[in-house]
């Protein structure tokens, strides 16, 4: 190993090239800071190479093979259509290229010092980085740690071969699973579950007892109808007793709620089990940064940990494991550098999955009201009373709005429906504006549109929706 006998002076460093790391990167050099960014792997992180974004291609494509009828209806394909998991494998590979090629060359445009190689703090202003037989030493003001996670596999359920799968592992396969076991309840086994069942393949979810899905009672009702539907099958309240595993299968062994033994068999079984953050390799453990008791790097408001000169986003910290987190954690943490007074909450942030259809919540869920003990007004419009919806056959699904009945403030929005996705940031920019049951009546929406969709469910909280059926007996009319 050569080591370098001077050390390199930098003003802002980066570990990690993910959602977070690049976005802190870029904003960065946006704000006037020279900014090195080290990364030991690819740029885009396993955002981009493993995880979201190849995830979305599958979830996509599973999007499309199920509009097949419908697209026959307005005379497009045949029923003689095959679908070519080779070609979906092919294409996945050149959007994360592409995506990737576009993260470096805005790095570059940006004037960002690119580094490769493993990070290690020497001290609380220096790190050294590893690269083959190349280490370099360098001094820093401040330092963002954007190094991310790593899915790691229940205590309980011991690897056994190759078929059993972790999340990103699963969208690595080379060939289609025949029958597809989905052990968890988050949105990545509810995307996994049905882009799978929707592109020919058979799928059991199992869900770990008394825990259920991440949304709005009401939608989690619809998930089940529509896996129904489709013939997913789904088990609840279970508890996990253990896996054996062949070279051609899989079994999954568990007691139901009535404490019978259970068992499934499958080609493939996949967990959404937890995750850890990636930092004992960084050292930092040794400077005394405070950690919670899970390993979480603490940090404040502007994302500044118990070390003044050091900085933490993303999945090191405590919160949700998302890149929507990362990214908007990366810029709080820059400002905050470039002198800028921040400030970042996470009081409302959308809890997304790309179903089919897909699926929002933000804010409380009519749960969350009731154990508040909130006095609220609850109206929920089918998108089947939908122009748009009925034109592009996709009416499944519903808006639903939670609101104070003391001060009309907004205190949730939830979708399943045909863009959902798209309508959470308006979703979530309502909720933090406070907005009132008049902010979301008042504009004009675009007509035809699933956007109708949430003006008809304000208008429902006094039953005064045009495209739905009149309830009778409303005590609110």
Known sequence: MVVGEISQERDLIIIGGGPGGYSAAIRGAQLGLAVTLIEQSEMGGVCLNV?????????????????????????????????????????????INQLRTGVESLCNANKIEIIR??????GVDRIGVENGHQFDIFEFEQVI??????????????????????????FMLEEMPE????????????EAASSFAALGTKVSIVID?????????????ELNRLFKKRKVSVHKENEFISTSETEDEITITFKTGKHVENSIQGTHLV??????????SLGINRFGIEQTSEGFIKVGENMQSSIPSIYAIGDVTEGPMLAVKAIKQGKTAVASIAGEKVAMSLTFYPVIAHTIPPA????LTEENARDFGLDVRISQFALGGNGYATITGKKDGFIKVISNSATEIIEGLHMIGEGAIEMAGSFVQLLEMAAKEEDIKFPLYAHPGFNEGLLEAIEGLIGQAIHAIPVKNNSLL
Do not use: W
């Open 360 to 363: 929002v919540s933000v804010g």
């Open 209 to 221: 007892e008394k825990i259920s899905f991440p949304f709005d009672e009401s939608i989690n009702k």
């Open 51 to 95: 995880g979201c974004i190849p995830s979305k291609v599958f979830t996509h494509a599973a999007a499309k093979c199920a509009e097949t009828a419908h697209l026959q209806e307005l005379g497009i394909g045949s029923s003689t259509d095959i679908f070519d998991f080779k070609k979906l494998l092919s294409y996945k590979a050149k959007v």
């Open 145 to 170: 740690i954007a190094t991310g996670s790593s899915p790691i596999m229940p205590p309980a359920l011991k690897r056994k071969g190759k078929r059993t799968l972790l999340p990103y592992e699963l």
């Open 117 to 122: 190689g493993k990070a290690t703090f020497l």
């Open 179 to 190: 029958h597809l076991i989905v052990r968890g309840q988050d949105y990545i086994a509810l």
């Open 271 to 280: 967990v959404s089990g937890t995750s850890t953050p990636n930092l004992d």
